[in-house]
């Protein structure tokens, strides 16, 4: 009897020990896993910085391209010069003292996200304050839908047009307000409320709902209920430890979420300004050459509204209209000239397309001139957008169509302009089949 006692509790104490050894090897997957989690974070915070970076360049280069002409001089010396950014980290809100509650000159546009993010603040500082874990969990899901809401209407803010330099950057502003409290938030919910007493702890608390009410009983535990305590004790800490570093790594993939989503936008928007920027020293380049370039035919090519199936045509009063019929007016010969640069110039009355002196698109040039510059996104002509260079006093502006009542027209070269913009399928009428001018040469 005894033997098949002592062959019992041994095998209860292997079961124990082997169950103990699972947790450690969970808990130090766990801590590998975390550990590379956060090294990710930091990559995608350096792939964030050299984005930022990027930016600024851009935006010094393009100021010092706009200073060579004279009229972008003049603009240059009444305007602010550009900053240098500020490198965001894991830290932001320590390091910049964190979003202001209140936002002081709201413009008109941001309003509703500005409050939003003011209403997610104020309950990001009460989940900062909560004492219980009910409390927490609680705040947590009202953060949650405070913080989509807040997203949704900075990111409607953000695709919406109009607005001048200053609320552009007011925008911008809040986006990085909004990403500080919302790792704020993640930091908040990692915490763990600290047991305010000994008496509080989980092996207490246990002795003290089932043991009974005579403290003698605690005298009196056999060797098997101690080894029993004993373990749920060990177990109680693994899975605390587990919790802890999976809330982490919660935490931590958010983070990454975040980052991902302001690095896509930056890239996409530093793409934009890199065209800009090259199209503006091609045409620099042109300008001050001795001798200038001459255009080189392309071939012919006709101009498709991806959207509504329309050719691009002239109409009898040398302005631009869409076609749903494809003549002669829907013919364009497109020239070469530097770079990406190219003319279009028009079959039907042997014009060239371009701004006219009051920044409307006609088709009365004679000449091949800077007005009559464009560009395209890419080299993929089956769906692109087309730029006219003279736009936006040489920054560029994309062609887009009312589609109410067919009138094409301009508009800025920006980001949120080119998710606006009419998109194009260009095709060479004389091989029929779409090709940029690099590819029809």
Known sequence: ??????????????????????????????????????????????????????????????????????????????????????YRGHDDADAIGGPPRMYDDVPEFCSSAAQAIQNYHCNVDVLEECETDEQRETCKVICN????????????????????????????????????????????QSLKVTPKSASQ???????????????????????????????????????DELGSLATNLNASLAYHADTLETLDEKMESNLVKSNAVTRRTDRLIQKKSWKKTKPVFVSNFSIQHVRTGKYLAVSTNSTLVLSSKFNETCIFGIWNRQGKIFGLQSKYSTRWVGQSM???????????????????????????????????????????????????????????????????????FEKKKSASPQEAK
């Not at 098949?4 to 124990?16: H, I, K, L, P, T």
Request: glycine residues 8%; proline residues 2%; charged residues 30%.
């Open 1 to 86: 009897m005894n033997q098949a006692v002592e062959e019992s509790a041994y095998d209860r104490q292997e079961e124990y020990r082997s169950a103990q050894r699972a947790a450690v090897e969970s808990i130090m997957i766990g801590r590998e896993t975390l550990e590379a989690a956060m090294r990710q974070g930091e990559q995608l915070q350096n792939a964030e910085n050299l984005a930022i970076e990027t930016e600024y360049k851009l935006d010094r280069a393009t100021r010092l391209l706009k200073g060579m002409s004279l009229g972008g001089w003049i603009k240059n010396k009444f305007t602010a010069d550009i900053e240098p950014p500020e």
């Open 145 to 188: 839908n405070m913080y989509t809401l807040a997203h949704k209407e900075l990111k409607q803010l953000l695709l919406r047009e109009g607005g001048d330099k200053d609320t552009r950057q007011f925008a911008s502003k809040l986006q990085d307000d909004l990403t500080i409290l919302r790792r704020r938030q993640e930091s908040a």
């Open 201 to 239: 702890t989980p092996t207490n608390q246990r002795d003290k709902l089932f043991s009974p009410a005579s403290q003698s009983s605690h005298d009196t535990k056999s060797p098997i209920e101690e080894m029993q305590d004993d373990h749920l004790d060990s177990v109680a800490r693994h899975l």
């Open 358 to 428: 009051f920044g409307s698109l006609v088709c009365t040039a004679t000449k091949f001139n800077k007005r009559e510059e464009w560009d395209a996104d890419g080299d993929d002509w089956t769906s692109t957008p087309l730029i006219c260079c003279s736009a936006g006093w040489g920054a560029g502006g994309y062609l887009v169509v009312d589609e109410t009542d067919g009138s094409i027209g301009l508009i800025g070269g920006e980001l949120s302009d080119r998710n606006r913009a009419a998109l194009w399928l260009i095709k060479d």
